[in-house]
């Protein structure tokens, strides 16, 4: 159901789209000031202009809350010329978004009713970090609670197709792209993945951040979501919540590989090396 959800959403995104460029059409710039343009004042707004409305001013003053301070841009905006050939098709558009509206609750409510034995695995999917509700039940939708029939994390991150391909001859590496694997998945993965990349202060929003730098943000929203698959394969298997490791891991990791090196060189010339922490300044 969280696939038909998600069609649903498209679709009626896309057909707001479609009013927005109607509404262009008409020469009323009605998104360029509000965020919203079926917003509470906003509907008023088109229900007025589809009963004969065509007072800028009329319909401006129709504007609630925050809106009222845009009244002068506002009144701008919706100075248009609207002829009866754009009233025919923001009636159809309306009417369809309110039809996908409709299905959208319904669905919502009949997957409300079937999460119910699912409420503790939906709270703690959404301890990862990007991870909102709608992230974590769409997981759970396609990974399920039952990690068994996955032996280790890397048979599912095959079958999910978020690991690079292996593809050698002679030794030499071929191709590092990925499988097809679960395009719904992946879909669901990378959607997360650029959430994470918005916030601070995480290990997988380092590890994008390092990763975009390099390889570009593509490979680094593919890179964390990998990580995000072996999190969520352990959170379910050992029935925890995300621990994370923070966003010093990366440095903490890099201090560690340079002081290997050195101690590595030295030991092969023979000398015993112990580190010692240099007193605090």
């Known amino acids: 159901m969280t696939r038909e959800r998600k069609t649903l959403v498209q679709e009626r995104q896309q057909e707001v789209n479609r009013l927005h460029?109607?509404?262009e059409s008409a020469n009323m710039k009605l998104g360029a000031v509000a965020s919203d343009v079926l917003g509470a004042s906003g509907r008023?707004?088109?229900a007025a202009l589809l009963a004969g409305e065509q007072d800028a001013a009329a319909m401006a003053e129709l504007a609630r809350g925050r809106l009222r301070a845009k009244l002068p841009a506002l009144r701008q905006a919706v100075e248009g010329r609207v002829r009866s050939v754009h009233c025919v098709q923001l009636r159809v558009l309306l009417a369809h978004i309110a039809?996908?509206?409709q299905a959208l609750a319904e669905l919502e409510e009949e997957i409300a009713r079937l999460l119910g034995p699912f409420e503790e695995a939906v709270a703690r999917a959404q301890t990862l970090p990007g991870g909102g509700q709608t992230a974590a039940v769409a997981l759970i939708a396609e990974l399920g609670t039952d990690m068994s029939r996955f032996p280790t994390h890397r048979h599912l991150a095959s079958w999910a197709?978020?690991?690079p391909g292996n593809k050698q001859s002679g030794g030499k590496r071929l191709s590092g792209h990925t499988t097809q694997g679960n395009p719904w998945l992946?879909?669901?993965l990378a959607e997360i993945a650029w959430a994470i990349s918005h916030t601070k202060g995480t290990y997988l929003s380092v590890q994008f951040h390092r990763r975009a730098r390099r390889l570009g943000k593509q490979k680094a929203v593919g890179a964390v979501s990998h990580s995000v698959l072996i999190i969520r394969?352990?959170?379910?298997r050992d029935h925890r919540r995300d621990a994370d490791l923070g966003a010093d891991s990366f440095d903490q990791l890099d201090r560690q590989r340079l002081e290997r090196h050195p101690v590595r060189r030295l030991e092969q010339l023979g000398f015993a090396v112990t580190l010692t922490p240099?007193?605090?300044a």
């Open 21 to 23: 460029k109607v509404l």
């Open 44 to 46: 008023d707004r088109l």
């Open 99 to 101: 039809f996908l509206e």
């Open 161 to 163: 197709g978020v690991c």
């Open 186 to 188: 992946r879909s669901i």
């Open 233 to 236: 394969y352990h959170m379910v």
């Open 278 to 280: 240099a007193p605090a």
